[in-house]
């Protein structure tokens, strides 16, 4: 268990409204990660974060926003949400332990665009 | 390009029937490679990490071994409590990112 909660669990919104979601981690973790999954498509990196206010993009960003003002959150901003983008979201950490990086996955949030 | 192909997509096994699971990969230099079980409505759980061509890793049924160019999820008298999803991702020496490939859906029959 890394320590990786995310909120909320479950949201249906309606398109074009924006929706914020959040990964919390309580083991300092410098590098943080949004994948989304769909099926047929696998898990798929929005962005990721090296550190504070340190933040990249990744193969599926365009309509993605994030923010890490503190280390131990990571927030995922659809500044407004399509019917696309309707999918389950995981955060994630990686870490350093015993010279080989391991990433542990948050329990995920699904979330319908209607 | 990097790319993560697994295969079979599905598979089916009785109980205490062996096989192995398939991940080959294409990536500029490889920094790791990496497996995972996911259950239904959950996350991905961290299951092995693999560095170096020749490299092998076990833990109880599972035991994973890596090529250049591939890498398999060998699956030893497998119990229904094996069935899952098993999901295989590489992070390219250049980089922080990691690529997955679609997953195996692995069921056990009693």
């Known amino acids: 268990d890394a320590g990786i909660t995310q909120s909320p669990r479950h949201k249906v919104t309606e398109t074009g409204t924006p929706v914020t979601l959040r990964c919390h981690q309580t083991?300092?973790?410098?590098?943080m990660y949004w994948y989304r999954q769909d099926p047929g498509h696998g898990l798929r990196l929005i962005h990721y974060s090296y550190g504070v206010k340190d933040t990249d993009k990744g193969e599926v960003s365009d309509g993605y926003s994030v923010s890490r003002s503190k280390t131990e959150d990571f927030l995922l901003t659809l500044e407004s949400a399509t019917s696309s983008q309707t999918s389950v979201y995981f955060c994630a950490i990686s870490e350093l332990a015993g010279g080989h990086y391991e990433q542990y996955f948050g329990p995920g949030t699904r979330l319908t665009v209607t | 390009e990097d790319q993560v192909t697994q295969s079979p997509e599905a598979l089916r096994l009785q109980e205490g029937e062996s096989s192995s699971l398939n991940c080959s990969y294409t990536?500029?230099?490889?920094?790791?490679l990496f497996w995972y079980r996911q259950d239904p409505g959950k996350g991905p759980d961290f299951l092995f990490t693999?560095?170096?061509a020749g490299e092998e890793k076990e833990k109880e049924r599972l035991k994973a071994t890596l090529t250049k160019k591939e890498s398999f999820l060998h699956i030893t008298a497998p119990k229904p409590e094996d069935s899952a999803t098993y999901l295989c991702a590489v992070q390219p020496n250049t980089g922080n990112q990691f690529y997955f490939g679609t997953g195996t859906s692995l069921t056990v029959i009693p």
């Open positions: 990536v500029s230099g490889l920094r790791g």
């Open positions: 083991e300092n973790h410098r590098y």
């Open positions: 693999l560095y170096s």
